[in-house]
């Protein structure tokens, strides 16, 4: 299955809100594609508030990657509480300005 493929299965689960679409987008979580992994993350935003997802995009808050940390920030964006609260400043320090939203120099 190529991207194309897999982003409009993601984006067909987020439509169709079954009792499993959240967990269909998750697994795309682990796909190597990186648009496939942040097309997943943005539809998880899209999802309305669940702990489980909150609890995914807290955990990619602090992956190695660049682009999955700002999606995961930007898709916890319905979400508040504490953990939230402690992700967010812990990402305000980040060394990539792409993630912190200010130039390290």
């Known amino acids: 299955m190529n991207t194309e493929q897999k982003i409009n299965?993601?984006?067909?689960?987020?439509?169709h809100?079954?009792?499993?679409?959240?967990?269909k987008i998750v697994q795309?979580?682990?796909?190597?594609?990186?648009a496939v992994k942040l097309t997943a993350i943005e539809a998880?935003?899209?999802i309305p508030n669940s702990g489980c997802i909150k609890s995914i995009l807290?955990?990619?808050?602090?992956?190695?990657d660049d682009e999955i940390r700002y999606y995961?920030?930007?898709?916890?964006?319905?979400?508040?509480g504490e953990d939230v609260f402690e992700a967010?400043?812990?990402n305000l320090n980040d060394s990539d300005e792409l993630v912190s939203g200010r130039s390290h120099r």
Request: no cysteine.
């Open 9 to 15: 299965i993601i984006i067909e689960s987020l439509q």
């Open 17 to 23: 809100q079954e009792r499993n679409s959240s967990l």
């Open 28 to 34: 795309y979580l682990e796909d190597d594609d990186l």
């Open 44 to 46: 998880l935003g899209e």
């Open 58 to 64: 807290i955990e990619l808050t602090e992956n190695y």
């Open 72 to 80: 995961a920030l930007e898709s916890l964006k319905g979400y508040d």
């Open 88 to 90: 967010i400043v812990r």
